[in-house]
């Protein structure tokens, strides 16, 4: 009889653990100081793709500037221009897709990217930071992903990084909207200089890079049930 | 006659606006009793005439002294230690322009180096 409850709430939980983790994403991210390290970390997500797009593109990254407010900085030398610019939005929405979808997979590979994330931030604090600030955010950060590799039960990490692909998802959603502000300034103004295309198109497909990633991971959320 | 007194009436004039009220004030109080009409008007001329040139002593006084008033706000305001002091209105004009100053020099030193900054 005692299992009957358990039986069902397992049952609603294989259902819509898509649903109850994106709520609580929802949540997280409206709780006033508990947020503010899930912003540093889709605006850490958006910097490392910048520079990692410049490293691909040719290039290299001098410097990686985080601020207490969201905003960040990547100061790179070489490299395509318009690559390193798209890739910034479209990065940290590949990032928490990939961070969702490597956590669903299987336990284990939830804690080895857990690890791999750790060392990128710990190689950034060495390589990319140059100031207090930005040092205190990575190492918030890097405390972060300590304490997932730490937990005992692999269930709750692969559910923590779930909920950290989801936020840097709903961030990587938000943020282009911040572009439109109309003081033409960001990546949208600088590709809209590189190929006259409007600020707004460009916020447009982060937009919507954000929105099919979000869906694809319902999808696979549905199969996988 | 006490009232027409130019020293007593000194401060009242220099230091008050209301001169006229003043004066006619002091015609009204010295209206003796028991005088014929025209040497009662006579007399109220002669004092009138008294009262105003009282009146034009105590307005010289009373300019000399906003004058003087005037000479000390001017040199409290102009003073070296106020001249120094900057208001926080000039200091946000000269941070704005050492900001537009330092973007034009970043923007120079980009071009120079070839660096990039993505926000």
Redesign the interface.
């Known amino acids: 009889m005692s299992n009957i409850p358990t039986e069902r709430t397992v049952g609603l939980w294989k259902k819509y653990h898509f649903f109850i983790l994106f709520f609580a994403a929802i949540v997280i991210k409206q709780l006033p100081l508990i947020s503010i390290p899930f912003n540093w970390l889709e605006s850490y997500f958006h910097?490392i793709s910048?520079g990692i797009a410049a490293i691909v593109t040719g290039g290299s990254v001098?410097r990686i500037q985080l601020f207490a407010n969201g905003?960040?900085?990547?100061?790179?030398?070489?490299?395509i221009?318009f690559v390193?610019?798209f890739s910034?939005y479209a990065g940290a929405t590949f990032w928490g897709w990939g961070i969702y979808k490597l956590a669903s997979a299987h336990q284990r590979v939830a804690q080895s990217f857990s690890v791999l994330i750790l060392l990128l931030i710990v190689s950034s604090i060495v390589f990319w930071g140059r100031d207090l600030l930005t040092w205190f955010i990575l190492a918030v950060l890097a405390v972060l992903f300590v304490l997932t590799i730490k937990l005992k039960k692999l269930h709750y990490l692969q559910r923590l990084m779930q909920v950290f692909g989801l936020l840097i998802l709903l961030n990587s959603l938000a943020s282009p909207s911040y572009l439109l502000d109309g003081r033409n300034?960001?990546?949208g103004a600088?590709l809209a200089t590189m190929t006259f295309i409007p600020e707004f198109i460009w916020v447009l497909i982060w937009f919507l890079l954000a929105l099919v990633a979000l869906y694809s991971l319902y999808k696979s959320a549905k199969k996988h049930n | 006659m006490n009232i027409s007194s130019p020293s007593n009436q000194n401060s009242i004039f220099g230091l008050s606006n209301q001169t006229n009220t003043s004066i006619k004030s002091l015609v009204r109080t010295t209206d003796p009793v028991g005088i014929s009409l025209p040497e009662q008007e006579r007399s109220l001329n002669k004092q009138a005439s008294q009262g105003i040139v009282v009146d034009q002593r105590a307005i010289a006084l009373f300019e000399k002294n906003q004058f003087e008033a005037k000479a000390t706000l001017s040199t409290s305001t102009f003073s070296t230690t106020d001249k120094d002091k900057s208001s926080p209105k000039n200091e946000t004009a000269v941070a704005s322009y050492q900001a537009v100053g330092n973007l034009a020099e970043r923007e120079s030193v980009q071009q120079l180096f070839g660096i990039d900054i993505f926000a």
């Open positions: 910097e910048h001098l905003a960040g900085l990547c100061t790179t030398q070489g490299g221009a390193i610019s910034g300034l960001g990546d600088a």
